[in-house]
């Protein structure tokens, strides 16, 4: 969506990335009927995810840059790290563990710089580097409430300060998929502009996903 809306390639900066999984999003297969996007060969297989509308298949994104901060880094090239990752995982959730393996074999691969750092000192840090025709994508995934009120807080300013300078060449795009409720929510707040739209809803283990096409 952020590729679609800026027409840029995109820099991925993900605040509590573990092992930098899904700053390697694109080198991964999703399926919606006989509609695809993403790698045909890819190991990592998405598919009967989107409970009716889905989003744009008919564009490529280009991935510039891929850097993510954890308070704990796990590194997947590593035995340790593998068997670190596949530690979270319930033993009899086959599947989870078959697409989280294929992950792994293509982080392996598909390079990505993870620091360990506390989030807020590592954005402020990573957006105060200018890089101009690119459009800079923070996200993250179920983390905002392991932040305490002064990280959050501190983010939130972070964010709204960068947002401030971007520009049509340089955008900044804030993605976020955490708790609403019973239901976990995909948010997407793009500068300049600034606007919030609700993308989608979903299970907290990423299905089904539902995509709210008019919805903002």
């Known amino acids: 969506e952020v590729a679609r809306q800026a027409g840029l390639p995109l820099r991925l900066l993900e605040v509590g ?3 930098g999984l899904i700053l390697r999003w694109d080198q991964y297969r999703y399926q919606a009927g006989r509609e695809g996007w993403g790698d045909c060969d890819s190991p990592v297989r998405i598919t009967g995810v989107f409970d009716g509308e889905h989003p744009r298949f008919d564009l490529r994104a280009n991935i510039v840059e891929r850097r993510g901060c954890d308070a704990r880094p796990i590194d997947p090239g ?5 068997l670190t990752l596949q530690s979270y995982v319930w033993p009899d959730q ?16 598909v390079p990505a710089h993870l620091d360990q750092g506390n989030a807020p ?7 105060a580097e200018v890089v101009p025709g690119v ?8 983390v905002w409430q392991y932040l305490s009120n002064i990280d959050r807080a501190r983010f939130e300013r972070t964010m709204a300060l ?4 971007a520009t049509h060449n340089q955008p900044l795009a804030w993605l976020r998929f955490e708790p609403a409720d019973n239901v976990a929510e995909v948010r997407l707040q793009l500068w300049p ?3 919030n ?3 989608a809803r979903s299970g907290f283990h990423g299905k089904p996903v539902q995509w709210l096409k008019h919805e903002n």
Do not use: M, P, S
């Open 17 to 19: 990335a573990a092992g």
């Open 78 to 82: 590593t035995e340790e790290g593998r």
């Open 94 to 109: 086959v599947e989870r563990f078959r697409q989280l393996a294929a992950a792994i074999d293509v982080a392996r691969r």
């Open 121 to 127: 000192d590592w954005l402020e840090t990573a957006l």
């Open 135 to 142: 459009a800079t994508v923070v996200y993250h995934a179920i």
């Open 162 to 165: 960068a947002g401030k300078a």
């Open 193 to 195: 502009g600034g606007k």
């Open 197 to 199: 739209r609700l993308l």
